[in-house]
């Protein structure tokens, strides 16, 4: 991993910046408090994000503003990754939003802990960081703040050894042979549990002796049931035959008696339908007589005279109708010029000028105008008193006419009954006829019916109690059935209990078996748990003391190396001890290392904080960050020649990117590029 640049905004003392760095040594130069840490840790932001109390989002957070973000580029083998984190203020609190990454120009959408998964990915660091709080590896491979470089040195022991089994990886074993713990106590339980399920092994085993003999019982009953069982079947099917033999007589039996039940239905119903006829033909030949009596009493008129006067009369009728409205219109036009001849004389009596000619009307003319139309009402009184006399004739022989029609119409009334009488005694006299054909068709009928009824009674006399012999015989074959019924149901009665004992054996053999694998398990339980209690979790705390000793020797090795080179002092040696505590000597005599000098002390960290940086390294093959280290104020304390040191231990790092953070102007003559960080006015910038 090599880090090509990073972009602030509203992060601590920055506004808004943006830093670059060359794949080379680099210095963060600037004075105490100017701004360098801080780019160290948007860094780690960028990668992981705020970590509770490790990293929260209020220390980021500019204060006074609501958002702020860090954007940082880098580049991994031959990828080129941008990743952007973004903070926001709610209330009393600083949370991260969600971000995106862009790697070889394709952009992804993330939220913050997605991001931190990608990263991971990126970096090949184990994946169980994801839930953590403090990302180790990166601490002491790539960034570790000075100060917390000298706890570790100043914890106690244990843990100091947990954090650096974490580190290398091998805090696995501890949880392997944890976890081992619990898988045996699971196992006895399991044991415990299965001892419990196969405690009735053998009585499950007697039972099922005892079913199968409950088997053999039911088999010899079985067997002895089927021959009396064949005997009542041949007993049934033999009356089955005799009775088939007997059924055709039966049926002749009852068919000739059906018939005959049937003759005497129909005789009966002849009589009845004889008795009826003889009844309908006294009625009918009274109401013949009657309708002749009344023929008789009212001679049918001359139906075409009759119909010619009736034609007449209706002519003359509407004639005299026509008549009289004519009259009337003439009446109504008389009218009309009396009404217009008065309308003429208001006019002239009260006209001056003649409105056409506008010349003075003489008395003379208008006398002759009143004359003239006197004239006309006069002629039109007279002419409406002659037709109004006219009229009244006329609607005299309407009113004649129509009495006449009326009588016409009584008589028309008369002939229609006469004709409707005469109709009706042609159907009486009809339905006489049919009756007496009816008659004599049925006394016919009677005569054959009577005739075959003795014929089915000589054909019957054979067949004397078979009905009864029949019924007999068939509950002989009813009884029969029973019995063999009875023995079929004491064979399924048998067969079911035998099939029911069966599957319960079939549980029971299948109960027993599963208790038979319930202590095959049980017994490899046993040698699991032995193998592991005795075998498997002492060589998981072999193989993690072999990792441990093999990484406290190159530890070691490089610690004191590296010490070596930082320090020139022949009477002060270094050494890590079994828990990789350091232990340091001075003429001859051990001294804890708090009493070191602060100069000492810090060669001490920074020589810890490297040779964990390359033990991490090599037993941690995968990860991708090994290009790269930061240094925080490693030099705090160091005397001039100490610093001086500094230049051999820049050169044995080997590192493609180092970035160092320190306010001392002599580290500038080591590096290859040098950042610029001054403050202003509480605002960070970056200088050449």
């Known amino acids: 991993m090599l880090i090509k640049s990073v972009k602030l905004e509203n992060i601590r003392s920055y506004t808004r910046q943006e ?41 980021l957070l500019r204060n006074g503003k609501n958002t702020g973000a860090v954007e940082l580029r880098f580049a991994i083998e031959s990828k080129d990754i941008l990743i952007k984190r973004t903070l926001k203020r709610a209330k009393d609190t600083v949370s991260q939003d969600s971000g995106y990454i862009i790697i070889d120009g394709r952009k992804y959408d993330k939220t913050p802990v997605e991001l931190k998964a990608a990263v991971l990915e990126l970096l090949g660091y184990p994946k169980e960081l994801l839930t953590k709080t403090k990302n180790l590896v990166y601490r002491f491979t790539v960034y570790t703040p000075q100060e917390e470089m000298k706890q570790i040195l100043l914890e106690p022991e244990e843990i100091r050894l947990d954090t650096l089994r974490k580190v290398f990886g091998i805090d696995k074993y501890k949880k392997i042979r944890e976890n081992s713990l619990i898988f045996i106590k699971q196992l006895k339980e399991k044991i415990k549990q299965g001892q419990g399920e196969i405690a009735d092994l053998d009585e499950k085993k007697t039972l099922k002796q005892e079913y199968e003999k409950q088997i053999n019982e039911i088999d010899d009953k079985i067997m002895m049931l089927n021959p009396e069982l064949k005997v009542a079947q041949l007993n049934v099917t033999d009356k089955k035959n005799h009775i088939e033999k007997m059924e055709q007589d039966v049926k002749e039996f009852n068919s000739l008696k059906n018939e005959l039940d049937k003759l005497d239905i129909e005789l009966k119903i002849k009589i009845e339908q004889n008795n009826k006829n003889n009844i309908d033909i006294e009625r009918c030949d009274i109401q013949i007589e009657d309708l002749k009596q009344e023929l008789l009493k009212t001679p049918l008129p001359n139906i075409e005279e009759l119909r010619k006067s009736f034609e007449e009369n209706k002519e003359q009728t509407a004639k005299k109708e026509r008549l009289i409205q004519e009259i009337t219109i003439k009446i109504s036009e008389n009218n009309t010029i009396i009404r217009t001849a008065e309308t003429i004389k208001q006019k002239i009596l009260h006209i001056a000028k003649c409105p056409t000619c506008e010349q003075n009307v003489s008395k003379e003319h208008k006398d002759s105008i009143m004359s003239r139309e006197n004239a006309k009402i006069e002629d039109s009184r007279k002419e409406i008193n002659s037709q109004m006399e006219r009229e009244a004739l006329e609607k005299e022989r309407l009113r004649q006419l129509r009495q006449e029609l009326d009588a016409l119409q009584v008589k028309e009334a008369e002939i229609k009954l006469i004709k409707l009488k005469q109709q009706n005694l042609a159907e009486r006299e009809k339905q006489m006829r049919e009756l007496l054909d009816s008659q004599e068709q049925i006394k016919k009928h009677i005569g054959s019916i009577n005739t075959r009824k003795l014929e089915l009674n000589k054909l019957l006399e054979k067949y004397i109690g078979i009905e009864e012999t029949f019924k007999k015989t068939r509950q002989e074959l009813e009884e029969l059935q029973k019995q063999e019924k009875q023995l079929e149901l004491d064979k399924i009665s048998l067969e079911s209990k035998k099939s029911q004992i069966e599957k319960t054996i079939l549980l029971v053999t299948e109960e027993i078996n599963r208790k038979i694998r319930t202590k095959e398990r049980i017994y490899y ?40 080179i930082l320090i020139e002092d022949e009477t002060i040696n270094v050494r890590l001890d079994d828990n990789f505590t350091p232990l340091v000597e001075q003429n001859g005599y051990e001294i804890p290392i708090d009493f070191l000098s602060g100069g000492e002390r810090t060669a001490a960290a920074l020589a810890y904080r490297l040779a964990l940086n390359k033990v991490i390294n090599e037993l941690m093959s995968t990860i991708k960050t090994r290009d790269l280290i930061i240094l925080d104020e490693p030099t705090d304390g160091f005397s001039t020649e100490q610093l001086d040191r500094i230049r051999d231990v820049l050169e044995q790092i080997n590192a493609k990117q180092i970035i160092l953070v320190s306010h001392e102007t002599k580290i500038e003559t080591f590096v290859e590029n040098v950042i610029r960080v001054s403050k202003n006015e509480h605002i960070s910038e970056i200088s050449a």
């Open 525 to 564: 339980y046993a040698q699991l748990q032995n193998w592991i209690s005795e075998y498997f979790i002492n060589l998981m705390a072999v193989i993690e003391k072999h990792i441990m000793a093999k990484a406290q020797q190159d530890f070691n090795e490089l610690f004191q190396h590296w010490f070596n």
């Open 19 to 59: 830093i670059n760095f060359p794949e080379s040594s680099i210095l963060l130069a600037g004075d105490i408090g100017s701004g360098k840490s801080t780019i160290l840790l948007a860094i780690e932001f960028a990668l992981f994000g705020i970590r509770g109390k490790t990293l929260p989002g209020s220390s």
